[in-house]
């Protein structure tokens, strides 16, 4: 397995663009979760899905921002109407649905988005 | 809420020890503990499950206090590759399960010198 994939590395978008980031998870793995992370601090939870079903969505996150996991495979979290402060690392994380010891997130290299 | 961890920041010189601690204002059902060095994705170190038992990973370890809801990594003998940023990672836990969501604390800079 190639791990967490995450498409683009880098994206750069004037203010008022909406953009979309994909996640590929591990295949086994049925969690997906998004986070957020920006300079100095700790990744911060956007949302999770178990298989295709978007079980929980931070209560922090804007209207516009939007995930989906068609198929419980792959996932898409888009940003419509993007403004500086989404100038983030945004990561993508996978598990499985039960963590025993030993399990953890497996995270992907994140996509950087400057919004400019 | 966001777990604190402390210290914020640290520098070691190889050989030495290290503390990391976290600690949580809830019930706690599991602690993850990640590593992430600049520019790269956080790795997984270990996850400790209710019970506050002592997990281990060749020179790093960490307990679990869930009377107190908090946990401890401890670093070892450090070597340079130790270096990075570490993150806890707590899962609430309520009746008797967990959230299934990580609140991540602020991190702890590990610098480890020659």
């Known amino acids: 397995d190639t791990g967490v994939s995450q498409d683009p590395r880098h994206k750069i978008t004037k203010r008022g663009q909406n953009v979309t980031f994909r996640c590929d998870p591990i295949s086994e793995h049925n969690r997906l979760y998004w986070y957020r992370q920006t300079l100095g601090q700790g990744p911060e939870f956007l949302t999770y899905?178990?298989?295709?079903?978007?079980?929980?969505k931070s209560r922090l996150l804007s209207d516009r921002f939007s995930a989906e996991r068609p198929k419980g495979s792959f996932s898409t979290l888009e940003i419509q109407r993007t403004e500086q402060g989404d100038s983030a690392m945004y990561l993508c994380?996978?598990?499985?649905?039960?963590?025993?010891?030993?399990?953890?997130?497996?995270f992907g290299s994140g996509t950087r988005l400057t919004v400019v | 809420q966001q777990p604190v961890q402390s210290p914020q920041a640290v520098i070691l010189r190889e050989g030495e020890d290290a503390v990391i601690n976290c600690s949580s204002s809830?019930?706690?059902?599991?602690v993850h503990w990640y590593r992430q060095k600049h520019g790269e994705a956080p790795v997984f170190l270990m996850i400790?499950?209710?019970?506050?038992e002592q997990k281990g990973h060749e020179k790093i370890s960490a307990s679990f206090n869930e009377k107190k809801q908090q946990s401890s990594l401890y670093l070892t003998a450090s070597q340079l590759s130790y270096s990075g940023t570490y993150f806890c990672?707590?899962?609430?836990?309520?009746?008797?399960?967990?959230?299934?969501?990580?609140?991540f604390g602020k991190g702890t800079k590990l610098s480890v010198i020659p």
């Open positions: 994380a996978s598990s499985l649905a039960l963590l025993r010891a030993g399990d953890g997130y497996t």
């Open positions: 899905f178990q298989n295709e079903a978007q079980l929980e």
């Open positions: 400790l499950l209710k019970g506050g």
């Open positions: 809830k019930a706690l059902y599991s």
């Open positions: 990672g707590t899962e609430w836990g309520y009746s008797g399960a967990g959230s299934y969501q990580l609140t």
